[in-house]
């Protein structure tokens, strides 16, 4: 089961999910998904939260790819209220399975 944090909605899954599964995308490609249903508003402060907390990492004019870390989350090898690896997970900062990399 994955560990969401507190600062966590609903969306931020499927934002992530998207994002994995498209190697990256901008916050309008995500509002015109099947998958995600709020406003172009809502997923751009979603992926600010989400950048903010490590999942994410903002590519520029509107777009973002996922990270190790929100890779990991949705592995459920990541505790995002605690924002640590579980069971000895890789803590390293650097390229996702999609090769995207964290700040």
Known sequence: MRESGTWMTIWDDRILEYLRENDGAT???????????VSNAHVSRRCKKL???GML???????Y??????EAY????????NETYLN???????PSASGTTQP
């Open 74 to 81: 949705l592995r459920e090898e990541y505790d995002a209220e």
């Open 88 to 94: 000895g997970g890789d803590s390293r900062d650097g």
């Open 57 to 63: 990492t903002p590519i520029g004019n509107g777009a």
């Open 51 to 53: 950048a903010e907390h």
């Open 27 to 37: 916050v309008g490609e995500l509002t015109d998904s099947e998958s995600i249903r």
């Open 65 to 70: 790819v996922i990270t190790e870390r929100g």
